[in-house]
């Protein structure tokens, strides 16, 4: 079983930044696939950016440019920093590790983006 606890959300202004990052148990991190999703209000869940065990990134249209997905193999972390922040980026934000066949999720952290 792998826990993984997301960090870092919180109030941001339009345009702005922020970092959210997230840590996941066990010794076996630098093989999972790695995402961020988001979940608006009403909406369904969607993927917002991938990472893989090369490093290998990719990203949904809508943050293209403005979001950047890294990871830390020793520090078995990801984390994802957002910058030009829009209202439409509102959305509570979750992690995911895959790995053979099997996901894991994390609880969610809360991004709002108001003026």
């Known amino acids: 079983q792998v826990q993984l606890v997301e960090s870092g959300g919180g109030l941001v202004q339009p345009g702005g930044s922020l970092r959210l990052s997230c840590a996941a148990s066990?010794?076996?991190?630098?093989?999972?696939?790695m995402d961020w999703y988001r979940q608006a209000p009403g909406k369904q869940r969607e993927l917002v950016a991938t990472i893989i065990r090369n490093g290998n990134t990719n990203y949904a249209d809508s943050v293209k440019g403005r979001f950047t997905i890294s990871r830390d193999n020793a520090k078995s972390t990801v984390t994802l920093q957002m910058n030009s922040l829009k209202l439409e980026d509102t959305a509570v934000y979750y992690c995911?590790?895959?790995?053979?066949?099997?996901?894991?999720w994390g609880q969610g952290t809360q991004v709002t983006v108001s003026s």
């Open positions: 995911r590790a895959a790995w053979v066949g099997r996901s894991y």
């Open positions: 066990g010794n076996m991190f630098s093989m999972y696939t």
